[in-house]
C-alpha cells in the first residue's frame, strides 16, 4: 500500500475508461485487498486503460493465480494522503505485477535512487555496457535463458575477472518492428577497469557462439544514466506486443519468475527494490475521508483538502466528493 500515484499526474487518457472486476478475499475489515473504487481505478490508472484489460486478460489465459489477478484490479484503490518529510504524496494498494505501468513507475523511481548512489561513490570507474543476441526466430524464453546462461559464462571467464569487479544488469526485450521476431539485450552498468570494446565483443562471441555486437561508453551524467538505465527494468510492453495476444501472452510467461534486474559482484546487495525510495511516509488518512470530513467543516480536513487540490487538482475530474472547499 505504498505506490506513489505522484508520476501518474501527467495526462489523461482519452476515450471510454475500462474498470476492471474486483474480488474481495476475507472479512470487509480484514481484507488485505480491499477493491478499488471506479473513481480510484480512473486516477490511478488513467494514461493506460486499455493496455490494463489487455495485461489483465493475459494474465488471467496465462495461470495467474485469481488473488494475483484481484491484486491487479485492486491496484490504486484505497487512496490516502500522506507527507514525506515536507512533501505529500498519494499512497495506494500496489500489486506489484512488472507489468503494471502504475507499480513501474514506483519501481523506477527506487531503481534511480540506489543506481544514482552508487554511481555516486564509483562513477569514476564504471561504463554503460550493452550486449546484444544474433536475432533468431526462437520463442522468447528460449532466447532469455541463452541470454543470461551466455551472460553468466562470459562473468566466469578470465578476461571479465580481470576487469570487471561488479554491476548491474537489466533485460530489454522487444519485437522486431517488419521482422516479428524477439529480440533481447542485456544493459549494464559494470565497475572496473577500461573494456576495450572489440576485445569485449570476441569474448561475448565466445561465449554466445555467433553474437558479437556490443557496447561500451563512458558515464558522462550520473543522474541521467542511471534515469536511462533504470527504464529498461520497468520499460512498459511495446505497443505491438501489447496489441497482440500471441505475442502478449508469451511474453508474460517468459518473464514469470525471472530477474530481469540483478546485481553481481561488488554491487550484490544493492537495494533496487527498496519500497520506500526517500524514507517512510507519515499517513494523514483516507482521501475520501478528508474530503467528506471537510465538506463537513473539520478545519484540519478542510486543510488538507486544500493540499489534496493544489498539488493534484485533476482529482475533480475522477472523485465526485473532490470538489474546491473553502477556508473559513
Not at 64 to 92: I, K, T, Y
Not at 206 to 227: E, H, P
Not at 251 to 274: E, H, M, Q, T, Y
Request: with cysteine; proline share 4%.
Amino acid at each position: 500500500m505504498t505506490a506513489s500515484l505522484d508520476t501518474l499526474e501527467s495526462s489523461v487518457e482519452s476515450g471510454q475508461f475500462h474498470v476492471l472486476p474486483q474480488t474481495r478475499y476475507g472479512s470487509a475489515e480484514y481484507d488485505d485487498l480491499p477493491p478499488a473504487t471506479d473513481e480510484e481505478q480512473a486516477f490511478a490508472h488513467q494514461n493506460w486503460s486499455e493496455e490494463r484489460l489487455w495485461v489483465y486478460r493475459s494474465l488471467g489465459r496465462t495461470g495467474s493465480s485469481q488473488r494475483s489477478l484481484a491484486a491487479f484490479a485492486a491496484c490504486g484503490g484505497n487512496l490516502w494522503l500522506a507527507m514525506r518529510g515536507d512533501e505529500p504524496v498519494l499512497l495506494a494498494n500496489a500489486c506489484h505485477s512488472r507489468h503494471c505501468r502504475h507499480c513501474a513507475n514506483k519501481k523506477r523511481e527506487a531503481l534511480i535512487l540506489a543506481v544514482a548512489a552508487r554511481l555516486k561513490e564509483a562513477r569514476d570507474r564504471c561504463r554503460f555496457v550493452t550486449l546484444t543476441l544474433r536475432c533468431q526466430p526462437v520463442p522468447l524464453a528460449d532466447q532469455l535463458d541463452r541470454l543470461l546462461e551466455s551472460f553468466r559464462r562470459l562473468r566466469q571467464r578470465q578476461w571479465w575477472k580481470s576487469r570487471v569487479t561488479g554491476g548491474c544488469m537489466f533485460v530489454e526485450l522487444k519485437l522486431g518492428e517488419n521482422s516479428g521476431k524477439w529480440h533481447v539485450h542485456l544493459h549494464c552498468l559494470v565497475e572496473g577497469k577500461f573494456l576495450e570494446q572489440r576485445e569485449l565483443g570476441e569474448e561475448w562471441h565466445k561465449v554466445t557462439g555467433d553474437s558479437y555486437v556490443v557496447d561500451v561508453r563512458a558515464i558522462a551524467a550520473d543522474d541521467k544514466i542511471a534515469s536511462y538505465v533504470a527504464k529498461y527494468a520497468t520499460k512498459p510492453l511495446h505497443p505491438n506486443v501489447i496489441r497482440s495476444e500471441t505475442h502478449l501472452d508469451e511474453c508474460i510467461v517468459a518473464v514469470r519468475s525471472r530477474r530481469l534486474v540483478n546485481c553481481f559482484g561488488c554491487w550484490k546487495g544493492l537495494d533496487v527494490d527498496d519500497p520506500e525510495p526517500g524514507g517512510k511516509p507519515k499517513s494523514i488518512g483516507r482521501v475520501d475521508y478528508l474530503f467528506e470530513t471537510a465538506a463537513a467543516g473539520d478545519a484540519d480536513a478542510i486543510r488538507w483538502a486544500e493540499v489534496l487540490l493544489r498539488k493534484w487538482p485533476t482529482l475533480t475530474r475522477y472523485f465526485t466528493f473532490a470538489c474546491p472547499v473553502e477556508s473559513s
